[in-house]
Structures are given as C-alpha cells and as structure tokens.
C-alpha cells in the first residue's frame, strides 16, 4: 500500500476518518492524501484544514490537506462529491480509501445520496467507512 485517501468535511466522523488514514498509512509507510470537495475555498474550508491539521499532528504521518474543486456543486450534492473522490482515487493511484459515515436519514440519502456509500460502490479499491 503507497496511497492512503482521508476524505474530510470538517465532520467530526471525518475526522475520525482521517485519524484512522493516518494509522493506517503508518503502518504501511504510505503516502497520506487528506482531501476536502468543495466548489471553492471559504473560511469554512479553512477551519476544515486546520481542524485535519491538528489530527495529523496527533499522528506520526505528515501529509498535505488538500481541496479538490468541482463545479458541480451547485447543490450540495453527496454524489458529486463522491464523484471527485473517485476521480482523485483514480488520477492519484490511491490503494485505499478512509471516510467518515454520516448516517444520513432515508430522505436525505433519496434526495441527495450518500458520499461513503457512492464511494463504496464505485471504487476499485478498498473502502473504509468509519462511523
């Protein structure tokens, strides 16, 4: 394993998530990528960096906390965030996936999905969903 992926909302199950990549990648002596989806870069996306930060810190893993724009978020849309997920597994040559579950209601997985769960049946590689 070379390319461990912590997918990050600013959540605390996210968070979680990233705690669990960083173990996982130093274990392994993996490559830690830490990775936000938005349409752009707020002061929102700020606090998620250095919320990501100060977990990493806590570890013995460096690894930089990433933003990966789409502009298809005019709706915040779980499965368009999972589609940048995917994309990012597959352009970056990532082995394994770690994110957070945020056990989304029926109506609000109907209305706009689940990121974890698009992830878990898109991807080509493994998945870990951290509650």
Do not use: C, W
């Not at 002596?29 to 100060?54: C, M, P």
């Not at 109506?107 to 998945?127: D, F, H, I, Q």
């Amino acid at each position: 394993m070379d390319h461990v992926l912590a997918a990050i909302d600013g959540s605390d199950n996210s968070m979680r998530a990233l705690a669990f990549a960083a173990d996982l990648a130093a274990r392994y002596d993996a490559e830690l990528h830490a990775v936000h989806v938005s349409d752009g870069e707020t002061a929102a996306t700020e606090e998620i960096f250095d919320r990501a930060r100060e977990v990493l810190a806590d570890s013995d893993v460096t690894a930089e906390v990433e933003l990966r724009q789409t502009t298809e978020m005019s709706v915040r849309s779980a499965r368009a965030a999972a589609k940048e997920l995917l994309a990012y597994v597959a352009d970056e040559q990532v082995d394994h996936v770690v994110m957070g579950h945020h056990g989304a209601g029926r109506v609000e997985r109907a209305m706009l999905g689940s990121a974890s769960e698009t992830v878990v049946r898109g991807a080509t590689v493994p998945v870990t969903v951290v509650p």
